[in-house]
């Protein structure tokens, strides 16, 4: 059973940087793509980055491109998210997400296993 576990979130200031990462305590297996989604308080979840099974390829957030920097170790079984040039809409709490798909990154609904979150606050 896949069990995602984030870490890394906490109080940071406008510019600062961060690193969230994200294990898979179940040590299940490694073919699954992995993404990022954060959700602030009254939106909907929004789509932040995604990694394919073997880490070829990378997708974004247009709001993030150039500043967030998705990777993953799969000896690991971890999926990371680094992110730079923080501003205080990026506050959201951050959720790690993983399942067996190959299109769709962006799309919640594809995923078919969920971390808690970790919550990201950027102060102004």
């Known amino acids: 059973q896949v069990q995602l576990v984030e870490s890394g979130g906490r109080l940071v200031q406008t510019g600062g940087s961060l690193r969230l990462s994200c294990a898979d305590a179940g040590r299940t297996r490694t073919t699954y793509a992995m993404g990022w989604f954060r959700q602030a308080p009254g939106k909907e979840r929004e789509f932040v980055a995604a990694i394919n099974w073997f880490g070829g390829s990378t997708y974004y957030a247009d709001s993030v491109k150039g500043r967030f920097t998705i990777s993953r170790t799969n000896t690991k079984n971890t999926v990371s998210l680094q992110m730079n040039s923080l501003k205080p809409e990026d506050t959201a709490v951050y959720y790690c997400?993983?399942?067996?798909?190959?299109?769709?990154?962006?799309?919640?609904?594809?995923?078919?296993?969920w971390g808690q979150g970790t919550q990201v606050t950027v102060s102004s």
């Open positions: 997400a993983a399942s067996d798909i190959y299109s769709d990154y962006d799309r919640a609904s594809r995923y078919d296993y």
